[in-house]
């Protein structure tokens, strides 16, 4: 199977545009605040716009306002939604656009009942706990911890880099990868050699 690669903390056409180049079949904006790699509504939907078909762009929310999530997938109806605070199914059902909830996984979690509590997700992201933030922490968690046979598509996140994305594809064998600062010249600036290595290392693997 064909893994998907999705390029995460786009904060610039010009990156948004190479990492299409490159092969990246989604692109994610992060609309949290706190993080380095945080872009408007505005800027995003601007960037969206002007990318080529057949590139997902994907909305990264952290427990946002309605308001705030409403303005910005009303910008475009390409949007994909990813949750990745503590929103319950319900909510994340009611923007009635296909989403991603992302699990921060840990020693000791049943991720297949976790997994389950999102049936309307359309995949569901895994990445590394480390408390107090919410994602892009840089780190690998313990791929092990994955279930075999989830009922949703997996996409795997969380300290992946050109390095160690083919040995996280043939451990894990997910529907796509995830990655943001392992592809960064500084937080929210792509490294284009960093960027075609790993969408080459992941359509590899």
Not at 23 to 46: I, T
Not at 95 to 114: F, H, S
């Amino acid at each position: 199977m064909n893994c998907r690669v999705k390029i995460c903390g786009i904060t610039n056409l010009e990156d948004a545009l190479m990492a299409c180049s490159h092969g990246a079949d989604a692109l994610g904006f992060v609309f949290y605040e706190k993080s380095p790699r945080y872009v408007s509504s505005e800027v995003a939907n601007s960037i969206v716009s002007q990318l080529p078909p057949f590139v997902t762009p994907v909305a990264l929310f952290v427990d946002a306002d309605g308001t705030l999530i409403n303005s910005v997938i009303s910008g475009s109806s390409r949007w994909v939604i990813q949750f990745h605070g503590s929103e319950s199914e319900s909510e994340c059902f009611s923007y009635k656009r296909p989403y991603m909830k992302a699990l921060r996984v840990q020693k000791g979690d049943d991720v297949t009942a976790l997994v389950n509590q999102y049936p309307s997700a359309s995949a569901m992201l895994l990445d590394a706990y480390k408390a107090g933030v919410p994602g892009g922490t840089g780190e690998v968690f313990d791929w092990s911890l994955i279930p075999d046979n989830l009922s949703k598509p997996i996409v795997l996140a969380g300290g992946l880099t050109p390095s160690n994305v083919e040995q996280a594809i043939k451990q894990v064998k997910p529907y796509a990868v995830d990655v943001s600062g392992g592809v960064e010249l500084s937080k929210g600036i792509k490294s284009e050699p960093k960027v075609q290595e790993f969408i080459s290392g992941a359509k590899c693997g």
